[in-house]
């Protein structure tokens, strides 16, 4: 039988829930959440926006650090110690000179977090002014730190550092709990070198030889990072000492176990016209790098620069990122798995108009790189190579189902190695069911392939390839503009079966039994 209940029934029982829901709220409201509100305001009276008072407060300063009498330097939110639950505010359309450097640390039930106040419609901004970082959060965790504009602009001298942020361990063990969201990051002007202490938009730093010390728990997402001289997003740790590594172990490592920091969340970050890298994780195990977009790498470096690499890490997952406008072919490709890093697995990403191309396997000086995947991805108008192999162990390298459509420029090699002959190691690179559509004359050369080097079940169309592709084809597989096979393609149903493939394509189709499709295309002719 079905009760049905009158308007006014409906009413009344509403009514009458949610009093008691707010009768209830009443008698067991939680207790009052841990921490005090501190308030920052460079523009009120009084303030002198120097870079000095930065670290050196006033003796005389009235500000208490109520939105009534705001702190008027960064230098006053130095000298206090923050505790669980506090909150540190920054007034919009205000600008701070110099550099924040807060002492104490949030909990995991009540982190500290730094942000913004205010109505205006510009952001509250931190301006380094030449400072080494422009906001240092260092041995400390449980941190929030969101929603502010920072900059670094003024030129560096030689070799000079300059970090927009950048977190520091130092002996500490573990830092729990930090997630940094929705900064606008931008004219972060530092030198050419990849190193411990900088310089980037983002700098995680983890140092010291005494006691093991890593990150657990970083969450990064939504922030706006442009013009940076010279990394994006950095990672890089002396608790890094393992054999994978090879000669290329940081000569002040630590030297006990590999010590690598975890539950790292890389996501919906946008970079724009890095002089060096895009992103670079190093030393972290179980990594999720994804939704990322990446516009302009390498360009304004003379050293070696890609737009999303892995270095001794394990594990890592980079996935659903678009990169493209790599700016130089020394490097200069879209995906690095580099040195020491293993059981990467690059997917479902877009790469495109990168001048060095889409993938570089680069283990180099006694490290070995292990069990790469790569698929499902597509790569449009990448070169001057497609993929590029440093010497050295490459174990494992499964490359399969990915799109290569090659319309506007012609890459000169399909596959280069960097060896002066060919390589003697053991390279193991197998390609499947992968899709090549060039248009032009020549191009896509093998430079020392290896024996390693094996391919099958490829189309090559437009593409003249040289070396045994056994169950491939050559006939035109009817590519459409956004990378789907058209309506009676040969290359529907013409790969082989590959198990533990995901379960999806580029486009998020199921991948179903049997024989899939050539590329990254799983679905039906369209």
Same mark, same amino acid.
């Given at each position: 039988?079905?009760?049905?209940?009158?308007?006014?029934?409906?009413?009344?029982?509403?009514?009458?829930?949610?009093?008691?829901?707010?009768?209830?709220?009443?008698? *067991?409201? #939680?207790?009052?959440?841990?921490?005090?509100?501190?308030?920052?305001?460079?523009?009120?009276?009084?303030?002198?926006?120097?870079?000095? $008072?930065?670290?050196?407060?006033?003796?005389?300063?009235?500000?208490?650090?109520?939105?009534?009498?705001?702190?008027?330097?960064?230098?006053?939110?130095?000298?206090?110690?923050?505790?669980?639950?506090?909150?540190?505010?920054? *007034? !919009?359309?205000?600008?701070?000179?110099?550099?924040?450097?807060?002492?104490?640390?949030?909990?995991?039930?009540?982190? /500290?977090?730094?942000?913004?106040?205010?109505?205006?419609?510009?952001?509250?901004?931190?301006?380094?002014?030449?400072?080494?970082?422009?906001?240092?959060?260092?041995?400390?965790?449980?941190?929030?730190?969101?929603?502010?504009?920072?900059?670094?602009?003024?030129?560096?001298?030689?070799?000079?550092?300059?970090?927009?942020?950048?977190?520091?361990?130092? $002996?500490?063990?573990? #830092?729990?709990?930090?997630?940094?969201?929705?900064?606008?990051?931008?004219?972060?002007?530092?030198?050419?070198?990849?190193?411990?202490?900088?310089?980037?938009?983002?700098?995680?730093?983890?140092?010291?030889?005494?006691?093991?010390?890593?990150?657990?728990?970083?969450?990064?997402?939504?922030? !706006?990072?442009?013009?940076?001289?010279?990394?994006?997003?950095?990672?890089?740790?002396?608790?890094?000492?393992?054999?994978?590594?090879?000669?290329?172990?940081?000569?002040?490592?630590?030297? %006990?176990?590999?010590?690598?920091?975890?539950?790292?969340?890389?996501?919906?970050?946008?970079?724009?016209?890095?002089?060096? =890298?895009?992103?670079?994780?190093?030393?972290?195990?179980?990594?999720?790098?994804?939704?990322?977009?990446?516009?302009?790498?390498?360009?304004?470096?003379?050293?070696?620069?890609?737009?999303?690499?892995?270095?001794?890490?394990? $594990?890592?997952?980079?996935?659903?990122?678009?990169?493209?406008?790599?700016?130089?072919?020394?490097? %200069?490709?879209?995906? $690095?798995?580099?040195?020491?890093?293993?059981?990467?697995?690059?997917?479902?990403?877009?790469?495109?108009?990168?001048?060095?191309?889409?993938?570089?396997?680069?283990?180099?000086?006694?490290?070995?790189?292990?069990?790469?995947?790569?698929?499902?991805?597509?790569?449009?108008?990448?070169?001057?190579?497609?993929?590029?192999?440093?010497?050295?162990?490459?174990?494992?390298?499964?490359?399969?189902?990915?799109?290569?459509?090659? !319309?506007?420029?012609?890459?000169?090699?399909?596959?280069?190695?960097?060896?002066?002959?060919?390589?003697?190691? *053991?390279?193991?690179?197998? /390609?499947?069911?992968?899709?090549?559509?060039?248009?032009?004359?020549?191009?896509?050369?093998?430079?020392?392939?290896?024996?390693?080097?094996?391919? =099958?079940?490829?189309?090559?169309?437009?593409?003249?390839?040289?070396?045994?592709?056994?169950?491939?084809?050559?006939?035109?597989?009817?590519?459409?503009?956004?990378?789907?096979?058209?309506?009676?393609?040969?290359?529907?149903?013409?790969?082989?079966?590959?198990?533990?493939?995901?379960?999806?394509?580029?486009? %998020?189709? !199921?991948?179903?039994?049997?024989?899939?499709?050539?590329?990254?295309?799983?679905?039906?002719?369209?």
């Amino acid at each position: 039988m079905r009760h049905r209940f009158s308007t006014a029934a409906l009413a009344a029982l509403t009514a009458t829930a949610g009093l008691a829901t707010l009768t209830q709220g009443a008698a *067991q409201a #939680a207790p009052k959440s841990p921490g005090k509100t501190y308030y920052v305001d460079c523009s009120a009276t009084g303030a002198t926006n120097s870079k000095a $008072d930065s670290t050196t407060p006033s003796s005389t300063t009235p500000n208490s650090g109520t939105r009534a009498a705001p702190w008027t330097t960064l230098a006053e939110a130095n000298s206090h110690t923050f505790g669980p639950g506090d909150r540190l505010l920054f *007034q !919009r359309g205000a600008t701070c000179e110099g550099s924040l450097e807060p002492k104490g640390a949030g909990s995991a039930a009540a982190p /500290f977090t730094i942000s913004d106040y205010g109505r205006s419609k510009d952001r509250a901004k931190l301006a380094g002014n030449g400072a080494h970082d422009v906001v240092l959060l260092s041995n400390t965790q449980h941190i929030k730190l969101n929603s502010l504009e920072i900059t670094n602009a003024t030129l560096p001298n030689t070799n000079s550092e300059r970090n927009g942020v950048r977190l520091r361990l130092t $002996d500490y063990g573990t #830092a729990r709990n930090f997630e940094l969201s929705n900064l606008y990051i931008h004219d972060v002007r530092g030198g050419d070198a990849k190193k411990l202490t900088g310089s980037s938009g983002i700098h995680i730093a983890v140092e010291g030889t005494a006691r093991a010390s890593k990150y657990d728990g970083l969450n990064i997402h939504h922030n !706006r990072i442009e013009d940076v001289d010279r990394e994006g997003i950095y990672f890089k740790s002396t608790y890094s000492k393992r054999d994978l590594v090879g000669n290329q172990q940081d000569p002040v490592a630590y030297p %006990g176990e590999w010590t690598p920091s975890t539950r790292v969340h890389i996501h919906r970050n946008t970079l724009k016209s890095m002089a060096g =890298d895009g992103i670079k994780v190093d030393t972290t195990a179980g990594a999720v790098i994804e939704h990322n977009r990446i516009d302009g790498f390498q360009l304004r470096s003379k050293e070696a620069n890609a737009g999303l690499w892995t270095f001794n890490t394990d $594990d890592t997952l980079v996935q659903y990122n678009e990169v493209s406008g790599g700016g130089g072919t020394r490097d %200069g490709m879209s995906f $690095d798995a580099d040195g020491a890093s293993r059981r990467t697995v690059f997917q479902y990403n877009y790469s495109h108009d990168n001048l060095g191309g889409f993938l570089l396997i680069c283990p180099y000086s006694g490290a070995k790189t292990v069990d790469t995947t790569v698929r499902y991805n597509v790569s449009e108008d990448d070169g001057e190579r497609l993929i590029q192999n440093c010497w050295g162990p490459i174990l494992n390298t499964q490359i399969y189902n990915n799109t290569f459509v090659n !319309r506007a420029k012609v890459p000169n090699y399909l596959v280069q190695d960097d060896a002066t002959k060919p390589d003697t190691t *053991q390279h193991e690179l197998t /390609f499947r069911n992968n899709l090549f559509v060039g248009t032009g004359t020549g191009g896509y050369a093998f430079k020392n392939p290896t024996a390693g080097l094996t391919f =099958d079940h490829n189309a090559f169309h437009g593409v003249p390839m040289t070396r045994p592709n056994p169950g491939g084809i050559t006939t035109d597989p009817k590519v459409r503009p956004d990378f789907r096979l058209g309506k009676g393609s040969p290359a529907l149903t013409a790969g082989v079966e590959i198990p533990d493939n995901g379960g999806k394509d580029y486009f %998020g189709n !199921r991948i179903p039994a049997g024989a899939p499709n050539l590329g990254a295309y799983a679905g039906p002719g369209r």
